[in-house]
């Protein structure tokens, strides 16, 4: 039913692969060796993210190297080289030392992804203060939420996004002692405890010693997308640089001369751990476009800026298809040699697509905020199974599970059977808590288990497929249908651009499944197209798991991130109060 395997070849491939003998680097001590590929802090003091990101490189062979590449919305180019990003990063972090902000006091930042973002980011963390990004779309009421969660002491933003979401919530965040402002310095600004960045840095040494930070010390805080619920705050240590790194270096396949880019934005956690945090530690020159997504831009970035690694998202992926293959035909992409894709599930059209469009295939990763870093891939030198996500990393023990009443699991060992995906504990970027929800979070774990509340399988080979999350599975007759087979079947056909399946309560079946779908350009919704794709969808699924209805839509709700809200589908087709709505993308 899926395309064929993609086979690889490493001795094809124009770079040898990071991870060769994936048998070999899965034996004991993973992650012991991952931790010798860092430095630590001098002096034995410990193991500090913005040290092994920016330090390390900006002291040592590297410092010239460039670091950061940010291009604003006209494209214009704003570079860092490992010394100079160093450098600002330290102006920041003594410039939140001289306001009085400490070790674990948490800094919000509230910004698109412009130059001080990152250096904000850095210098938070050299600091030893907690990062917490917030995704710049973000209404006020978001934005009030989020930073009253991690009783936010400080926040960076523009004059902009002040003015127009901030400045009115201010009295209702006691906590929120200091406010750094991005832009001409025009708020400059009466209140108190309001501060223009730019002078800020000015007055600030370019000198920063970073203190004792114990691997336990917390780093970031960062929101999940809100896809099934309202958003948790996941908890992370510096710790967790040690998969940030080797996953990239693993299953991004980053070597030193690759420029990486990860379309990501900072708010969402891929953005912080692959958009910021692994290509520094690796050394590699990272992208970071302010613009937002627009397929002529994106092949334009990808030839001018010679990118090799580009690491995006179904959403995106499927964006580009509709735009259609004839635009990437414009371009040229020498410097290109390995796409990856994280997010949702990929689709298998999708994987291949990427084969059409850029002679290389689309390579599904698979994890969450939660998890921190990424625990499942299709790595540079395995074979693609389209429409699976591949792998565990070596050091992870991935498992398939069902929970029993008594607390316990019961590990499934057939391979094909479904359950839920599991995560033995204890790699070292796990989340340590959800901020205020400690409940919450035991419950997340069981026997030794960290439980993703995901559904999957996984084959004979120790290939992982998805099936669902366990919210959105759908029981119809007696049988569970993973909402993503009914969509990857109809994205096959021409005239669809975006599916999302939900059960549809039925007195006899229990539930029903529904599609809504959003058709390309040229396609008008009809009666004869709507038999034409529950004809094409049974033929492929069989008549148990195809849609028994179809509803044509502009479109299908999806978090801003780009993950299909089917909560969403299903309360407004029932009716039923649409729940926490803040990460909605609603086109602003
Ligand atoms: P919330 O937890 O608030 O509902 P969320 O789970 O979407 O939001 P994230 O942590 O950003 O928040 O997303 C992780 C989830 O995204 C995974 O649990 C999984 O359901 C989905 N996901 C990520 N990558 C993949 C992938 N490669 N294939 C399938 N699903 C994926
Ligand atoms: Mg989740």
Redesign the pocket.
Known sequence: MTPNAIVKSASKLEVTPNLLDYDAARARGFWEHAREELDGLPGDRGLNIAHEAVDRHAFGARADHLALRCLDKRREVHDFTYAELGAEASRFANALRGLGVAKGDLVGVLAGRIPELYVAALGTLKNRSVFSPLFSAFGPEPIRTRLAIGNAMALVTTELLYERKVAALRPSLPHLEHVILVGEGGTETDVPGTYDYRRLLEAADDVFEIGPTDPEDVALVHF??????K??GAVHVHGAIVSHHITGRLALDLHPDDVFWCTADPG??TGTSYGIISPLSNGVTAIADEGDFEAQRWYGILESERVSVWYTAPTAIRMMMKAGVELVREHEFPALRFLAS?????HPAGVVWGEEAFGLPFH???????TGGIMIANFAAMDIRPGS?GRPMPGVEAGIVHRRKDGGVDEVTTPGEQGELALRTGWPSMFRAYLGESERYERCFAGGWYM???LAFRDADGYYW?IG?ADDVIKSSGHLIGPFEVESVLLEHPAVAHAGVIGKPDPVAGEIVKAFVTLKPNYVPSRELEKELLAHARVRLGAVVAPKEISFTDEVPA?R?G?IMRRLLKARELGLPEGDVSTLETGE
Do not use: A, H, I
């Not at 999940?224 to 619920?229: E, H, K, P, V």
């Not at 994280?342 to 990929?346: A, H, K, N, Y």
């Open positions: 999940t997308s809100g896809t099934t619920g958003p948790k969402w956690v994280v997010g949702e599930p990929l599904d990763n698979w994890w969450q905020t939660e996500m993703t509340g995901d998805f999350r978090t991130s993950k």
